[in-house]
């Protein structure tokens, strides 16, 4: 469907990663296959991202570019314009060297150590997504909605709130509420923003600035990322302190499932995989086994292979894994784990592995390549996170024939259809319990179910049929925008 010229929505979509160049998350994912579906559905959708080196070295070298002015630093920023190589969507790149250009990722030095100056690296992007909400940008683009993703792009829905003159309506799309860029006070000025924002229905939080909280009330709407996830963030357990505001701007709240980028991940043209397959010819899901078994150095022996691609951390629930994981090598299984973040539990997993040597393979960093592999290669893919906005690696895992084994929170009890509940439509296996225990029956299930290949067969093959496009989701995404666009 395309629309007439003069019906087409602008929609800035402003966000602090973007796939494939610079990721922490699926925020970045997200950020690459969502404008790129509502850019088929005829939305004339820009993004807009810190010009980090990673994305200017990436970029053709034939870009325009323009000036902006931003009052609270006093002098001009620049937006380098750039087209997204593989998915063909306009970038706008926020050009402030003394901010962005630096080794290291988008939140933290090489070493893991936040930015010290976050809050003014993410200050001016909000600022600077309101500048082009507020047509401050010389000539052509005029967005009708500023669509913010979690607290890094924050500020922008408070800054368009407090500009004086006519401009773009704004969405706020929380992937993660745990994440909430809050500040001292003082700060404030600085930002350019008004004392009068700071108060319970402005952007204070607990004697703080939250980013998180600006976006949160400012905007014009929020979105969430699973539908599960915006009823679990109104309670009192995962709403981080945000559920009463939340709960009272329900009417303005929507929960859209993620979608992924379906040739991105394919297993029957993944550049990453040697063999390939699909849902109609999985001869070659074997092959990636034995290719991943090789590259790991696992022992070559049969045994059910179990793979983990996460950020380790507290919310990912991985502590519950290793502590069955000696019972699952003891059961004859194999793990491959792919994963960085907190020292503590990469320093439990180490300790782990090297207790099991050709039983459990452990690669500590970012590495997409072996990300995919293992997604093709695992025979079961585990996820026990204590919750979870909405996950992608359940529904690459599922496309892949890989069935996921999951705890029954956010995206995770949307996207996947429990064995127990209905073994003949089951896709993956589901515990209600982020317990250990309950971890440890339902991986035990999963291993009895693939001893058994016709009914496991069955399992693989429902979970490559579903649909996990953005086709459909995207569209709910033009719906909230044309609700809360005042341009028409
Ligand atoms: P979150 O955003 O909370 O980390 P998601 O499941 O939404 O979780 O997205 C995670 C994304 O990051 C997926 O694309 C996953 O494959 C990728 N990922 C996570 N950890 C790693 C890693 N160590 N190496 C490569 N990719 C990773």
């Known amino acids: 469907m395309h629309m007439e010229k003069s019906d087409t929505l602008a929609v800035l979509f402003v966000t602090s990663e973007i796939s494939p160049f610079i990721k922490t998350g699926g925020l970045a994912d997200v950020s690459a296959s969502l404008p790129a579906a509502l850019q088929q559905l005829g939305v004339d959708i820009r993004v807009l991202t810190p010009a980090y080196p990673s994305l200017l070295e990436a970029l053709p070298t034939t870009h325009s570019h323009d000036n902006l002015f931003l009052s609270s630093i006093g002098t001009n920023v620049g937006i380098i314009k750039a087209i997204h190589p593989t998915l063909d969507i306009p970038l706008y790149l926020l050009d402030y060297p003394p901010y962005f250009h630096r080794t290291g990722g988008p939140y933290q030095d090489i070493r893991g150590k936040d930015w010290q100056d976050n809050v003014w690296r993410f200050g001016l992007l909000g600022e600077a997504a309101a500048a082009i909400g507020c047509f401050q940008l010389p000539h052509q683009f005029a967005p009708a909605i500023v669509h913010c993703n979690d607290w890094q792009t924050g500020l922008a829905p408070a ?22 860029g809050n500040f001292p006070p003082l700060i404030l000025p600085r930002l350019d923003l008004p004392w009068e924002a700071y108060n319970l229905n402005g952007l204070e939080f607990f004697g703080h600035v939250s980013f998180m909280k600006a976006g949160l009330q400012y905007s014009d709407a929020i979105t969430t990322v699973s539908p599960t996830y ?13 559920n009463g505001l939340l709960h009272e701007r329900r009417e303005a709240l929507t929960g859209i499932l993620n979608g992924i980028h379906e040739t991105e991940w394919d297993p029957a043209r993944d550049p990453f995989l040697e063999h390939h397959y699909s849902r109609d010819n999985l001869a070659n899901k074997s092959k990636c086994k034995q290719a991943l078994k090789k590259k790991l150095g696992l022992d070559s022996q049969n045994s059910p292979l179990i793979g983990v691609v996460s950020r380790m951390t507290y919310q990912k629930g991985l502590d519950l894994f290793i502590e069955i994981a000696p019972l699952l090598i003891s059961s004859g299984a194999q793990l491959a784990i792919l994963g960085n973040g907190e020292a503590p539990l990469e320093n439990q997993f180490r300790d782990l592995a090297s207790r099991f040597p050709g039983k459990i393979a452990l690669r500590i960093g970012f590495d997409e390549a072996l990300a995919h592999q293992i997604t093709a290669g695992a025979d079961l893919f585990v996820m026990p996170s204590r919750y979870e906005p909405c996950g992608l690696n ?31 439509k089951a896709t993956g296996f589901m515990f209600h319990e982020p317990t250990s225990q309950a971890l440890l029956t339902s991986v035990k299930l999963a291993l009895n179910c693939y001893q058994q290949q016709a009914s496991w067969h069955k399992i693989i093959k429902q979970g490559m049929k579903q649909d996990f496009s953005w086709k459909r989701n995207a569209q709910q995404y033009i719906e909230v925008y044309n609700r809360i666009n005042v341009s028409r």
């Open 230 to 242: 915006a009823q679990e963030i109104q309670t009192e357990e995962l709403g981080f302190g945000f």
């Open 394 to 424: 359940q529904m690459y895992s599922q496309h892949y024939g890989t069935p996921p084994i999951v705890h029954a929170t956010g995206g995770l009890a949307d996207t996947v259809a429990d064995f127990r509940k209905n073994p003949s």
């Open 159 to 180: 800054y368009l709130h407090f500009c004086k003159k006519p401009h773009a309506s704004s969405l706020m799309t929380i992937h993660n509420l745990a994440f909430q």
